[in-house]
């Protein structure tokens, strides 16, 4: 029997390859110019197939991706040529203990199912903010959320996660065993496995929140930004956090405007008076906030970021608002957008972070953003083809250049690299732990991993020192050359 055979038949799951007639359909990301042709798509059913696709792909010499929820705007979860271990068709479901307030997620499942499991006991935790986003790499990479204000990062919520290692080796990391291992997954992502299962604290969620969309015409920037500003230093209350978003309005006036997306863990009156600052600011277009289901308040983008679209991200932060950066922000969005006729929105994201920053910068790898104000860049655009690729890249660049414009010296060697799950230019492959190629500078190293990163190195070291997971900021190993 060839090694295909022996693999296929112990195999429990399923294995999918380009002769097969769901091929196209097992490479589908959210973005479309995620997707990449894998050799094999191994829709695993547990750990055992988990390592034995491990074991298979090693054995062939194919490079191995992780799928969990498939939403890395990067590639990160696809693979040209190679092994992808899929868990979103068989590992996907979210079980609760209600008593003990805890979640076990599988590796593929999306937020949407987390949320609407958790719900049916009252309870929820830190989560996507758009509900067809995986579990799996939004925890990895840190994840921010509306509950961020009252129980941190998703990160912050997990206590134990089952990791399949580069030998196949099936491990508990937690706080009580392999706990250098449960450290590095914690803000390190898929450096060092493949996660089958989660597990979250969770805590009581009131069934009804006020989140939706006001907008105003551009002509209010100033005042909105005005009003964010003086907020900024104030002491916060944890139930709120909101966005600011410029962008032209959908339909087909194409209109440019600012939007205010808020979100309030209470009641409409109780948001009302919270956000009454920003309300009272006029004249608006719309005002289509409301309370709704805590359920539904992470399906609000669902419909404007549909799966299958061409995608781009990026990140940088901010260290306070600006009235001049952000009139020069939008200024430049609107243009743009009318230029390339690309769907462009900057996003300020006013996570609230106090409690977030109760947590100490060793506790985990991951780098915590201090106070600062994450901004998202999301760019649509028609087609995938290296020619758009390449004016997007263009576009989310300027507007990344504005928007850091007041940070300070850039000739200081500092990266300012922004949250690392919002990347679409992360590095998604490294094969040789010799190379430099695809390996992070030193400076991004730092902007991504600040002073964890020679624990990270030499974990990565002891875990995968042959780079089998390589596929999101491969940390390099600590003793490859
Ligand atoms: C529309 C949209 C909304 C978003 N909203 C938020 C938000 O509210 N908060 C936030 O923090 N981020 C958000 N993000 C960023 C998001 O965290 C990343 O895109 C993340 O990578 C998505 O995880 P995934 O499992 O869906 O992706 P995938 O593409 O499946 O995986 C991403 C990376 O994680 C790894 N991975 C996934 N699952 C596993 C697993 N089980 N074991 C090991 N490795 C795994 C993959 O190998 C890959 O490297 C958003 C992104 C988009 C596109």
């Known amino acids: 029997m060839s090694d295909f055979a022996a693999f296929k038949t112990s195999f429990k799951g399923d294995i999918v390859t ?49 799928r969990g929820g498939g939403h890395n705007p990067a590639g990160s979860s696809s693979s040209e040529g190679g ?28 937020w949407r199912t987390f949320n609407n499991e958790t719900m049916k006991y009252g309870l929820a935790t830190t989560g996507g903010t758009v509900s067809h986003t995986g579990v799996g790499g939004l925890t990895l990479g840190g994840g921010y959320g509306f509950l961020t204000g009252q129980h941190g990062f998703a990160i912050d919520n997990l206590i134990e996660a089952t990791v399949i290692i580069a030998d196949g080796t099936v491990l508990t990391a937690s706080l009580e065993e392999n706990t250098d291992l449960f450290w590095g997954l914690r803000g390190g992502g898929s450096n060092f496995g493949v996660i089958s299962r989660f597990v979250y604290k969770v805590h009581p969620q009131r069934e009804t929140v006020y989140s939706g969309m006001a907008i105003w015409p551009a002509s209010a920037l ?24 410029v962008a032209l309005s959908p339909d087909p006036s194409h209109t440019p405007c600012v939007m205010l997306n808020p979100f309030y863990n209470g009641s409409e009156a109780e948001a009302r008076e919270h956000y009454k600052d920003f309300f009272s600011i006029g004249p608006m277009i719309a005002d289509m906030s409301r309370e709704m289901p805590y359920t539904a308040v992470n399906t609000q983008l669902d419909d404007s970021l549909p799966v299958g679209g061409c995608y781009y991200l990026k990140s940088v932060y901010m260290s306070t608002p600006s009235n001049s950066v952000a009139q020069a922000v939008a200024s ?22 106090d409690k977030a920053r109760g947590v100490p910068a060793d506790a985990m790898a991951f780098k915590r953003p ?22 997007v890249r263009t576009c989310a660049d300027k507007l990344a250049t504005i928007a850091t414009s007041a940070e300070g010296d850039s000739t200081s060697g500092q990266v300012n690299n922004g949250y690392a799950n919002y990347n679409s230019d992360a590095p998604t492959e490294v094969l040789d732990p010799n190379s430099n190629e695809g390996i992070l500078s030193d400076a991004k190293t730092h902007a991504l991993f600040g002073d964890n990163h020679t624990k990270l190195a030499a ?9 089998v997971f390589n596929k999101w900021y491969a940390v390099k190993p600590a003793s490859a050359k």
């Open 18 to 66: 380009p002769e097969d007639p769901d091929y196209e359909q097992a490479l589908t990301r959210w973005a479309a110019n995620a997707r990449r042709r894998a050799a094999v798509v191994a829709f695993v059913r547990d750990e055992e197939d988990i390592a034995l696709a491990i074991k298979y792909a090693r054995s062939n010499s194919l490079p191995i991706a992780i």
């Open 370 to 391: 201090g106070s600062s104000l994450s901004c998202l860049i999301v760019i649509v655009y028609q087609e995938d083809i290296p020619e758009q690729l390449a004016l």
């Open 83 to 110: 092994l992808v271990i899929d868990l979103s068709r068989h590992l996907a479901s979210v079980r609760v203990d209600a008593e003990k307030k805890l979640a076990y997620a599988d590796g593929g499942a999306l």
């Open 332 to 353: 430049a969005v609107y243009a743009l957008s009318k230029e390339y006729n690309f769907k462009i929105m900057f996003i300020w994201e006013h996570w609230n972070l």
């Open 459 to 467: 974990l990565k070291q002891k875990y995968d020192p042959d780079l």
């Open 222 to 245: 100033e005042d909105l930004i005005a009003v964010s500003a003086a907020r900024f230093n104030q002491p916060k209350d944890p139930r709120a956090m909101y966005m600011l978003l």
